[in-house]
């Protein structure tokens, strides 16, 4: 598989940095490209409604989401960090080729819905900022993907100065807000208290929580770190870890800062006033000004809000290349890629503004979020299972506690936004004019997706994986043979795969050849990875079973027999009678467990492919 984001891929030396403050600075600059997702133009629609509504009492729900933010995206980064892949790679060496092309195909989906909401705000800004149409402002959007190919041809480090630019901008221009907007503040400490006004409050503080953690973010964090070239020795990556966990901090606390002022920013002119309703960002754009008294409050509002799109639109092209290439092993021109990203969010745009006006933009907007919703568990969910597996991350997986926090996390991000998918649904069908369509539409496909999700979820707990047999160590094999046999089998072939039956099939091998006959250790790895790239896969499982397999021939090497081994690659059926045709063995020793990898041998399928493909005995043992 090839790298992620090849280009920039181990661009950014962090070696041979002379002080310590010049080595974290070197790490610095992955999660500010991240932390522009989470002030994008999505989330100022919640923001603002939730403080010219609430006040300043919805400010503890931005500090709990960016806590949760935080958590996930030390995740993302910790997976590419520690297993060089990112979570769609990761994703498409786990998966089933079925499975991957739905999860890429949502992931798309997100990608393009979080760009709308992106276009839509930066087309927005340059409206209010210029007076250009709408819909103008929209097509404007297009040549900042020209941009993004400029900047990354120039290097990573230029992409992310130009993004930490934008990003100061939007803090700057906050700063100011906030000067000209004189908020109280007692009541914006008391609103780091958790309450909850009533229902509405509720329904709100879900928007925010749902706008905050971006799927696109996690896929792109997890190929961003690796644009660091560090050392890959277990105190190197350790080192890795510790910076990129203060880079995350500090950029998603400037994201929390930028999220409150603009909560602030609503409650100290909006609410104080009684205007309760504002949520569309041209309306909170038009009072600025009458109710601060300078005209420098509305032109800066509408320079964050350029700024915040054109930054996010940048990480969100980027997260789409990161997905195309990673779950499909897809590689197309980045212009032609990015072009296509653009399409997809402008096209749908312009139609809906050319028909139903200027006015649906906010509606736009929080259809965007309801989208990104939906796909959210499908990229949380993978990537708690990943760290959390002991041989992918090399022993860097995360520890009990993490994994609880993580898991209490991802269940209250996916039942709030479970909740919200739920109550548009019953909204649209309360409204529509012909509901049966949207029952034979949309709900069967919640449902399954709601499937799917529960499917991922569950899967690895319930099955058990090879990675469970990989702590059956070769020592605990009880072996046998008679000494005072005549063996009439003097080179075997045996096939292992790390479980219970691998003492049965030896056993019985050793019956039939003793200490004088030659054995051959066949092991076939199935990983996703392994059906696709053959012996030229490298993932983690192989290295693990290639480990094994040399501790069985050691151990067995010990004890006095003549071993070689065997490492295959694919379906076993099909693998294993290459290997046994291509030598020259006397019989076939196979053992069964009816677990993944070999269930099929129980009920005879695979044993019927195989038998007909090999010239010589096979022996079926069972465990």
């Known amino acids: ?238 080192q890795a870890l510790k910076y990129n966990l203060i880079d995350s901090t500090i950029a998603l606390n400037l994201a929390f800062f930028v999220n409150a002022a603009i909560l602030i920013l609503a409650a100290a002119t909006f609410y104080k006033v009684g205007m309760h309703n504002v949520a569309e960002i041209q309306d909170a754009h038009k009072f600025l000004q009458p109710l601060l008294g300078t005209k420098w409050a509305p032109i800066l509002f509408a320079v964050a809000l350029i700024a915040a799109g054109q930054s996010s639109t940048i990480t969100g092209t980027l997260a789409g290349q990161i997905i195309m290439e990673g779950y499909l092993n897809l590689r197309i021109q980045p212009w032609v890629r990015r072009i296509i990203t653009r399409l997809i969010a402008i096209v749908p745009a312009v139609i809906v503004i050319t028909i139903f006006g200027e006015g649906v933009t906010g509606k736009l907007l929080i259809f965007s979020q309801v989208i990104l919703s939906l796909q959210l568990g499908f990229a949380i969910i993978p990537l708690i299972h990943f760290v959390s597996d002991k041989s992918k991350m090399r022993g860097f997986h995360i520890g009990k506690w993490t994994q609880i926090a993580s898991w209490i996390v991802a269940s209250i991000i996916v039942i709030l936004n479970g909740k919200l998918v739920l109550d548009e649904i019953t909204g649209w069908l309360e409204t529509a004019e012909n509901p049966i369509v949207l029952w034979l539409t949309v709900v069967p496909l919640a449902f399954a997706f709601l499937i799917l999700l529960l499917y991922i979820v569950i899967k690895p707990f319930i099955s058990k994986s090879k990675a469970d047999f990989h702590n059956h160590s070769p020592n605990n094999l009880k072996l046998r043979f008679s000494k005072s046999k005549d063996y009439d089998k003097k080179n075997i072939a045996v096939t292992v795969d790390f479980s219970a039956a691998d003492e049965a099939a030896l056993n019985s091998a050793f019956e039939l050849g003793g200490k004088q006959a030659k054995y051959t250790l066949i092991h076939i790895v199935e990983t996703v990875g392994a059906l696709m790239y053959g012996e030229h896969i490298d993932d983690h499982e192989t290295l693990v079973d290639e480990k094994l397999l040399e501790e069985y021939k050691e151990m067995l090497f010990e004890k006095g027999f003549n071993v070689s081994i065997q490492l295959g690659f694919g379906k076993p059926n099909k693998v294993i009678p290459t290997i046994i045709n291509e030598g020259e063995f006397d019989i076939l020793v196979m053992g069964t467990h009816g677990h993944t990898g070999f269930k099929d041998l129980i009920f005879g399928t695979t044993v019927d492919k195989l038998r007909h493909k090999i010239t010589i005995p096979l022996l079926i043992v069972r465990e």
């Not at 984001?5 to 002379?18: A, D, F, G």
């Open 1 to 238: 598989m090839g790298k992620s984001l090849e280009e920039v891929n181990e661009s950014v030396s962090t070696q041979n940095k002379k002080s310590v403050f010049r080595k974290i600075l070197a790490f610095f600059g992955p999660a500010y490209l991240i932390s522009v997702g989470y002030m994008d133009p999505g989330n100022w629609a919640t923001d603002l409604a939730g403080g010219s509504q609430f006040g300043y009492s919805l400010l503890w729900v931005l500090l709990m989401s960016n806590i949760m933010a935080l958590l996930l995206q030390s995740l993302s980064a910790r997976l590419g960090i520690v297993t060089q892949r990112d979570l769609a790679q990761a994703s498409r060496e786990t998966y089933s080729p079925f499975i991957n092309y739905i999860l890429y195909f949502l992931a798309e989906i997100a990608i393009a819905a979080c760009d709308l909401a992106e276009v839509l705000g930066m087309a927005i800004g340059i409206n209010l900022l210029f007076d250009i149409p709408l819909i103008e402002g929209v097509m404007i959007t297009v040549l900042d993907t020209f941009l993004l190919l400029f900047l990354i041809n120039k290097g990573i480090r230029k992409m992310e100065a130009f993004i930490i630019a934008l990003v100061l901008v939007i803090g700057v221009s906050f700063v100011f807000e906030m000067f000209f907007a004189q908020p109280e503040l007692d009541k914006v400490m008391l609103g780091l208290i958790p309450t909850m006004p009533n229902e509405t409050a509720l329904y709100i503080a879900i928007g925010i929580i749902g706008a905050t953690v971006m799927p696109h973010n996690l896929y792109l964090h997890s190929s961003l770190v690796q644009t660091r070239k560090f050392d890959r020795s277990k105190a190197g990556i350790k």
